[in-house]
């Protein structure tokens, strides 16, 4: 009988080429030596952890790897290349880097100065695809776009070029592409979306770089769309980028109000105070320049009104169009009667993102549903006029489809009203985000167990809609009512208390968000009781404890999550809780409590990575493990990977070691502006090799 020993050696390499998770090669590896020579010959690429001034660690087997990332090198921030307290001769560690990768034709780096990007480019000149990494502020002693000279002069083969997580000024950038045109020519992917800017890149600073770069094929970047400051972005810098870039297939204009991760006010109607000067002519002129588009990110943050004629356009225009995203548009879709307008006639859209459309309501969404009858994703997000029966009604059209959906600050569409809209495709999403609103979910709970009969009913309110249109919907929706009828008993499950209980089949992904002094524990009642295959939760709790009185309950609520058996990755973002890291007032929690409320029954769920990210105050720019917190995540036993997105101190860290199989470990300020002491305990070199070096000490089972 032939074995997989058998198989020619090329068919053996096309099938590990083919392999991507990093954990699945390692297994593999260890099989046979052909097979760790096969798997060292076909990887292309790595991303490289420890401590980066350890010369003898550095591998120097995979010499096939063109794709390099050493941003996550330790102590995560610090410039080894360029540090003068390093141990290490920073051209030795790069020339050991060469020596060990000599096909290196992509790279990732925290350049925390210019003279670490210097260093590198020099071993691989033949760079293709570049990313910079930086969180700490840049200089003001440093020459305008010294990050970036050196860069764009020895790399001539440069046409990749990612700065979303760089910071560095606006005014460093365009002038050091004038002065390298043929590399700014060979530029097909520049994302200057970077999170950290204030105002973002000036109109004349758009025109610019699109000027030295007309073969562009994606272009994302910040910018400010508000009339009302210096160098906004309008009708002419929109038609600008198409006249200059005409090949574009991918483009994000982003607002830099919107590149906040921060939910806004439900109660808002939202309009903006002030108009985007952004007409919609130009919007049709602006779509018939870009023929080539795949991918179009608008998120304006300042109202852009009755765009539905120019969206019709959009169809017409750029008939490749998978993926919109549009913020801050109004009149998207005007649903008059049975005729489909606006957004609705894009029907090749296979991803839409609608955010704080004003006008936006269950007929539009009915008619998005109609019309736009390809959609796998679909996410909706500060619009106050749609209700779950709209939704709901979208999700029954799109049952084929839909597999990702997030709903968020919308005034109607709490956590039960979200879950209960996207029931027609509960056996079949796959990626969820709702808003954990608890508003009156008791009842709601109550009232379901009364039986299947509730299910019927809710099937039948949608078709209402329906009717309004026209008879051939009403019967297409009572077709569909029957078979959702008839399939209903394999959506439930008969819990042990006699109860029905909806079953989430496919669902993977769960993301929440949350505001500070609310529990988690409703979310079971709610709606998301089974959930057998979900393996990976986000949750984003958001909110000022100043001022707050202590809550009722000692837990959040983490303990609930334990009922999911397959949940094994989590994270925990509490960035946007705002406190006082150090004494609080009387009668007030200071951040350690609120960390321990947040933490308190994470050792009941069987994590195996967390991403965790502490609490700030921001009056002092301080977001630090507490001792609470470090006690609590000691005893989460499965775990084997921890990533801390803040400070913590090195005697904090050390209760982490009494995690048995825990292998990866570190402390990431990637948030701006990281902190600058390096001499505080809280991030000192020595504090993080020591911890690393205990740790890597420790016996690992597998």
Request: glycine share 6%; charged share 25%; aromatic share 8%.
């Amino acid at each position: 009988m032939a074995t997989i020993n058998d198989i020619p050696d090329v068919i053996l390499s096309n099938i590990f080429a083919s392999i991507s998770d990093t954990r699945t090669r390692n297994s593999l590896s260890l099989v046979s030596r052909k097979f760790m020579l096969l798997d060292r010959a076909t990887r292309v690429s790595l991303t490289l952890r420890g401590n980066a001034k350890d010369l003898f660690m550095i591998p120097t087997c995979f010499r096939s790897v063109t794709d390099l990332d050493l941003s996550f090198l330790s102590p995560w921030g610090h410039s080894l290349l360029s540090s003068p307290l390093s141990d290490t001769d920073p051209q030795l560690l790069a020339h050991r880097l060469r020596v060990a990768f000599p096909a290196v034709t992509s790279l990732t780096v925290y350049a925390r100065s210019p003279l670490t990007i210097k260093i590198l480019v020099q071993q691989w000149p033949g760079l293709k695809r570049v990313k910079l990494v930086r969180w700490h502020q840049r200089l003001a002693s440093w020459p305008i776009g010294e990050d970036f000279v050196c860069l764009l002069e020895q790399c001539e083969n440069l046409n990749w070029l990612d700065l979303s997580t760089f910071y560095y000024w606006t005014e460093d950038l365009p002038p050091v592409l004038q002065a390298c045109p043929k590399v700014s020519a060979s530029l097909v992917h520049l994302n200057l979306l970077t999170t950290s800017f204030a105002e973002g890149f000036k109109s004349q600073e758009i025109k610019e770089i699109t000027t030295a770069c007309p073969n562009l094929k994606n272009f994302l970047v910040a910018c400010n769309f508000d009339p009302r400051y210096i160098g906004f972005v309008g009708d002419e810098t929109l038609l600008a980028v198409a006249n200059n870039c005409p090949k574009l297939t991918l483009l994000h204009l982003a607002d830099t109000s919107s590149l906040t991760d921060v939910r806004g006010d439900p109660d808002n109607e939202g309009f903006t105070s002030e108009d985007a000067m952004v007409t919609k002519g130009t919007l049709v002129e602006f779509f018939s320049g870009l023929p080539l588009l795949q991918e179009l990110v608008l998120d304006v943050g300042r109202n852009v009104r009755d765009t539905s004629m120019a969206l019709e356009m959009l169809n017409s225009k750029c008939k490749d169009l998978r993926v919109l995203k549009l913020g801050q548009f109004h009149g998207i879709c005007l649903a008059i009667e049975s005729q489909l307008d606006g957004i609705a006639l894009c029907s090749g859209l296979e991803e839409l993102s609608i955010k704080n459309c004003g006008d936006l309501t269950d007929m539009g969404l009915i008619a998005i549903g109609r019309g736009c009858s390809k959609l796998s994703r679909f996410e909706v997000q500060g619009c106050k006029r749609i209700t779950e029966k709209g939704l709901r009604t979208m999700a029954c059209l799109l049952r084929n489809t839909l597999v990702k959906v997030k709903i968020s600050c919308c005034r109607n569409l709490d956590a039960v009203a979200s879950l209960r809209s996207v029931e027609p495709i509960r056996d079949r999403i796959q990626w969820l985000h709702i808003d954990c609103v608890w508003n009156g979910w008791e009842e709601i709970w109550n009232s379901e167990q009364v039986g299947l009969s509730f299910w019927h009913n809710q099937v039948e309110e949608p078709s209402r809609l329906f009717s309004l249109m026209g008879s051939e919907y009403d019967h297409e929706m009572r077709r569909k009512k029957c078979k959702y009828s008839s399939d209903v008993s394999d959506g439930y499950i008969l819990e042990n208390n006699g109860f029905w209980c909806k079953k989430w089949d496919m669902l993977q992904y769960l993301s929440l968000w949350i505001g500070v002094g609310e529990l988690l524990t409703p979310l079971p009642a709610a709606g998301l009781l089974n959930c057998p295959n979900l393996e990976e939760i986000r949750i984003k709790a958001e909110g000022d404890c100043r001022g707050r009185s202590k809550p009722s309950e000692r837990a959040f609520g983490l303990s609930s999550l334990a009922l999911y058996p397959r949940l094994s990755k989590m994270q925990l973002d509490c960035s946007e809780t705002i406190g006082y890291a150090l004494t609080a007032p009387s009668g007030q929690m200071d951040l350690s409590l609120w960390e321990r409320f947040f933490l308190n029954g994470i050792r009941e769920l069987r994590l195996s990575e967390l991403d965790y990210w502490p609490p700030q105050d921001r009056d002092v720019n301080h977001r630090s493990l507490s001792l609470p917190a470090a006690g609590l995540l000691a005893e989460c036993l499965q775990l084997r990977k921890l990533f801390i997105h803040g400070t913590a101190y090195e005697h904090f860290m050390m209760f982490l070691l009494k995690i048995p199989n825990l292998r990866d470990v570190q402390l990431r300020e990637d948030y701006y502006p990281a902190p600058e002491n390096d001499m505080s305990t809280e991030m000192r070199a020595g504090s993080c090799s020591r911890f690393e070096a205990a740790l890597n000490r420790r016996h690992i089972l597998d």
